[in-house]
């Protein structure tokens, strides 16, 4: 087979060139890092297990009418998505006070938030991707008002639903990160949900013992990693109990193969 044109490596996923203009495909790494990239490592199985959640969260949002750049799942790391530009914000949406809103303002990690907070950081990984606020975001242009009321909006959509989803799997949504990205139609265009949602970009807290089932377990050498993003996987219903080591196994045998 040709070889596809990357487009773009980030430090989690790679985007090679999709079948079909205005497609993409969206690669899986194991790579995990975090603090801005200081700290790095592997955590094995964990692009097959963030392919598998996202497509899952994907495909359920876009059942209650989110657009998202999500198409189909290609194979066990890749997924086709709609190629799109990325509105250079990470948007951060809270239910529960952790990380750096603890930090910053000295609030018990754990605290349930009175109302849900939504923060903006720019993407910029050199600068270490400072808080904005839409001062900054209007300023130098970086979305315009109609889309960040479209984003704000959207956020609160998604957060409501999976709140719920994973409430009914016994997690607790703590907060997480989304991006979004411009489709143009013309000279229109339109936001849509881009990147991914996983447990590399949420916090997810067991709600009998607040275990933490995300990329905290790396960022605070707690272990369990891979075992706890299976756990998310496992009861959202993705992965059947016999099946939790082969979908990974299977995985290795084919990279030793190198296919
Ligand atoms: P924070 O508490 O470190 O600001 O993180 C808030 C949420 O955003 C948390 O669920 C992790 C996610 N996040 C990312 O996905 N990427 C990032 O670069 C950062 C800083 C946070």
């Given at each position: 087979m040709a070889r596809r044109r990357q487009i773009y490596e980030g430090k989690a996923k790679i985007l090679y060139e999709g079948p079909e203009p205005g497609t993409l495909i969206q690669y899986f790494k194991d790579d995990a890092t975090a603090f801005n990239a200081q700290k790095r490592g592997t955590i094995s199985g964990?692009?097959?297990?963030?392919?598998?959640?996202?497509?899952?969260?994907?495909?359920?949002?876009?059942t209650i009418g989110v657009p998202t750049h999500f198409i189909r799942r290609l194979n066990m790391r890749e997924q086709l998505i709609r190629q799109c530009e990325i509105v250079p914000i990470e948007v951060v949406i809270r239910n529960v006070a952790a990380g750096s809103l603890s930090k910053r303002l000295g609030i018990e990690e754990g605290t349930q938030l009175p109302r849900?907070?939504?923060?903006?950081?720019?993407?910029?990984?050199?600068?270490?991707d400072p808080m904005i606020a839409d001062e900054h975001i209007a300023c130098f242009g970086w979305a315009s008002q109609d889309e960040m009321n479209d984003i704000a909006d959207m956020a609160i959509r998604v957060n409501d639903f999976m709140c719920g989803m994973f409430a009914a799997i016994g997690i607790r949504l703590v907060d997480f990160k989304l991006e979004f990205g411009r489709v143009w139609d013309g000279d229109y265009s339109r936001i849509i949900?881009?990147?991914?949602?996983?447990?590399?970009?949420?916090?997810?807290?067991?709600?009998?013992?607040?275990?933490?089932?995300?990329?905290?377990?790396?960022?605070?050498?707690?272990?369990?990693?891979?075992?706890?993003?299976?756990?998310?996987?496992?009861?959202?219903?993705?992965?059947?109990?016999?099946?939790?080591?082969?979908?990974?196994?299977?995985d290795s045998h084919r990279k030793k193969r190198g296919k």
């Open positions: 964990k692009g097959v297990l963030n392919n598998r959640i996202s497509e899952h969260i994907f495909t359920s949002l876009a849900t907070i939504i923060e903006y950081y720019y993407k910029d990984d050199a600068l270490g949900l881009a990147d991914e949602i996983s447990p590399d970009g949420c916090r997810l807290w067991d709600m009998k013992s607040n275990e933490k089932l995300d990329k905290d377990r790396f960022r605070q050498d707690l272990g369990g990693e891979a075992e706890a993003y299976q756990e998310v996987a496992r009861r959202l219903g993705l992965l059947r109990e016999d099946d939790e080591f082969a979908v990974l196994d299977l």
